[in-house]
């Protein structure tokens, strides 16, 4: 089984009723905006590719007369508990046009660690990174980034998870397989609802 499939497999048997009504509505991107993607990036995980031939986004994503916003990724934040959703090709198309500007959390030293040195001082640069993702607080506190222009410490393809207040970016995975397979091994540990 390959690695999308298994990552989509185990995440249907985790999600509430609802929540898998509403991903079942989900369907894949058109292939105009596949090739897009493509044409844009060349260097566009395969499996980032399959997973939204598969669910072409879940944030306030509307197919036919229903809209779904369903959490399906997740990152390093809360433990590995923190939710997020899968942004459309059209979404991440539009998102990934701006600068992400890191060099504010460079200026000073005792915020040396707020961008992972793996991370290009340039930043985020347009065309240069895929934003895939935001958090379940729509973005505002948590982002996650597809780098194709690392530092010479870093790997293109490299995962990125943006942070606010303190604002920080970390890279979490060194590519889309790997960042797939940690949430496979965290057992999709985001979706656990909480038992207070």
């Not at 040396?112 to 993702?133: C, Q, R, T």
């Not at 410490?153 to 303190?166: A, E, N, S, T």
């Not at 890279?171 to 091994?185: E, G, K």
Request: proline share 4%.
């Amino acid at each position: 089984m390959d690695l999308v499939n298994q990552f989509l497999n185990g995440l249907r048997a985790r999600l509430s009723a609802e929540e898998l009504d509403d991903l079942n509505t989900a369907y894949g991107a058109t292939q105009e905006d596949i090739d897009t993607l493509r044409a844009q990036y060349p260097d566009c995980p395969e499996s980032l590719i399959r997973l939204l031939e598969n669910i072409d986004g879940t944030y306030w994503r509307k197919y036919g007369d229903k809209e779904i916003t369903v959490c399906i990724l997740g990152s390093d934040v809360e433990e590995g508990r923190y939710p997020y959703y899968l942004l459309s090709t059209e979404e991440m198309l539009q998102s990934s046009k701006q600068d992400e500007d890191v060099s504010y959390l460079l200026e000073y030293e005792e915020d040396e660690e707020a961008v992972d040195p793996k991370i290009n001082s340039e930043g985020l640069l347009p065309g240069k990174y895929i934003h895939f993702s935001d958090c379940m607080n729509n973005g505002g506190t948590s982002r996650l980034y597809i780098d194709f222009n690392p530092s010479n410490l870093g790997v293109k393809g490299q995962i990125i998870r943006f942070l606010h207040d303190p604002d920080e970016y970390a890279v979490i995975a060194n590519s889309f397989d790997a960042y797939l397979q940690m949430l496979i091994d965290g057992e999709y540990v985001y979706l656990s609802e909480d038992e207070d």
